[in-house]
């Protein structure tokens, strides 16, 4: 028997067919839409509901690309389930602040919100960041089993592909609940079971493993509710957070990232095949992300390439003056470790990004591939 189709936004996607879409959420002072586009592709088969979300932060765009390649080689007639995908989901943050060429900015800038720190939304007293999250929450990623939340290097860094599951504090108190004066937040925290943290742990465990990223950073600590992986887990939907490419370039870390797209729904049995994964993977629960104290130019060490490792005390880089060439902080590497991720741009103000390095005195579980199947993978 045929599958149902599925409607979403307005639009009806049939059975073994992909559809295109945007979310209403309203309209600004001068009747500019507010809209949040979508693409479904609704497998031939029964299958899970995978959630692929990326650009809460328009300085992080490169993860609507690696969903973009990902859903391009998904063929619908041969998929078992449906996939959702809300790549752009702050677009006024990658269309907005700053210049025509700007990198766009972690904010909506039309009311200055951070949309990872807003979940699930509002449809009450609501800013529109707020506003746009309760659309996105109730029309589509409530709908989903699973959900992979993108980010990327932002505007100075490239990266390569790498999942943060956040699990559950088995020990602690759970979930921070927090609002802000402003009236944000406050909303969705509640207690869950022990069994159920033990059972979702496990389901996020298993999904960052699988992505088949070569690191893993694993987080067991208290829950910050409105941030849309906290969100998820809470509420049965296995999220989680990766992060890949940056700089707004097109490198090899963004094919990398649709091959982990892949090697998810190739676990979920969404997809036939084999995943493709790497020759080695870690998990640690140390994992360094280093920003600058002082501003210049930042030139990077020839060395510090991405996914090599490093010794503690290692110079990554240095921040010069640009002007008298007097160098005013030497970035050394404050762990054994992998670069995850490196800062490519020159100009740096205090608090850049310099690098992520996985700790690999913290490694908690690895994985290695017999040479035989090394050549596979990458
Ligand atoms: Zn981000």
Redesign the pocket.
């Known amino acids: 028997m045929a599958r149902e189709p599925i409607h979403i936004g307005g639009i009806t996607v049939e059975a073994g067919s992909r559809g295109f879409g945007f979310l209403h959420v309203g309209y600004l002072a001068g009747r500019t839409e507010v809209r949040i586009p979508f693409q479904v592709v609704h497998g031939a088969y029964d299958g899970p509901t995978l959630g692929l979300e990326s650009t ?2 328009g300085w ?1 765009p490169m993860g609507a690309e690696v969903i973009r390649r990902g859903m391009l080689g998904v063929d619908p007639k041969q998929l078992h389930g449906t996939v959702l995908c809300l790549p752009i989901a702050n677009p006024f943050s990658i269309e907005f602040s700053g210049q025509v060429e700007s990198a766009g900015s ?1 904010v909506n800038p039309a009311d200055q919100l951070d949309m ?1 720190r807003v979940w699930p939304g509002k449809a009450k007293n609501a800013w529109l960041t707020e506003q746009m999250a309760y659309v996105m929450w109730n029309e589509i990623i409530t709908k989903c089993d699973y959900l992979l939340d993108f ?1 990327d290097g932002t505007g100075s860094c490239d990266e390569i592909p790498v999942a943060f599951p956040h699990a559950f504090d088995l020990n602690g108190p759970g979930v921070m609940q927090v609002s802000g004066a402003d009236g944000t937040g406050g909303g969705g925290g509640r207690a869950v079971t022990r069994d159920y943290a033990e059972g979702m742990n496990k389901k996020i465990r298993d999904l960052a493993i699988a992505f088949g990223s070569s690191v893993i950073w694993w987080r067991e600590e208290t829950l910050n509710p409105v941030m849309i992986s906290s969100q998820g887990n809470l509420n049965g939907i296995a999220t989680l957070v990766v992060e890949c490419g940056g700089m707004g370039i097109v490198d090899e870390t963004i094919d990398q990232g649709a091959v982990c797209i892949h090697n998810i729904m190739k676990s979920l049995n969404m997809l036939a095949g084999a995943p493709q994964l790497p020759e080695r993977q870690i998990m640690v629960s140390h994992y360094v992300v280093y920003r600058s104290l002082c501003g210049g130019f930042y030139l990077g060490e020839p060395g510090t390439r991405l996914g090599v490792e490093v010794r503690k005390g290692q110079l990554l880089g240095r921040v010069v003056d640009p002007i008298t060439s007097e160098v005013v902080e030497e970035c050394v590497s404050p762990v054994n470790g992998v670069i995850v991720s490196r800062r490519v741009r020159l100009p740096i103000n205090p608090g850049g990004y310099i690098a992520h390095i996985a700790d690999t005195d913290s490694i908690l579980w690895e994985r290695s591939t017999p040479a035989l199947a090394a050549g596979q993978g990458g």
Do not use: G, S, Y
Request: glycine share 0%.
């Open positions: 809460l932060h992080e972690r990872n980010h």
